[in-house]
């Protein structure tokens, strides 16, 4: 991610989450370099999952507020 690697994130990321599908920082991850793809629709519900687990986690709620801003959709 540090090198703007996102596609080769996402792939580790998705690599992580077949062993582990709730694993936090990989679904971060995810949720980011999706994000990052420009791929907004993908990352929020990436982020949302997570949200079900984690509701007052603050960098999930970051994530969704940005993949929620980038499509332009504010409730």
């Given amino acids: ?6 596609l080769l994130a996402e792939l580790t990321a998705r690599e992580i989450l077949e062993l582990d599908p709730k694993n936090y920082t990989a679904n971060l991850r995810l949720g ?5 793809q ?3 629709a993908d990352a929020e519900k990436v982020i949302a999952g ?3 687990l984690y509701p007052s986690d603050v960098s999930l709620l970051l994530e969704e507020a940005l993949a929620i801003d980038a499509q ?3 409730q």
Wanted: net charge positive; proline share 0%.
């Fill in 72 to 74: 332009g959709r504010w």
């Fill in 32 to 36: 980011y370099a999706l994000r990052m």
């Fill in 1 to 6: 991610i540090a090198a703007n690697r996102f």
């Fill in 50 to 52: 997570m949200l079900a």
């Fill in 38 to 40: 420009e791929r907004h």
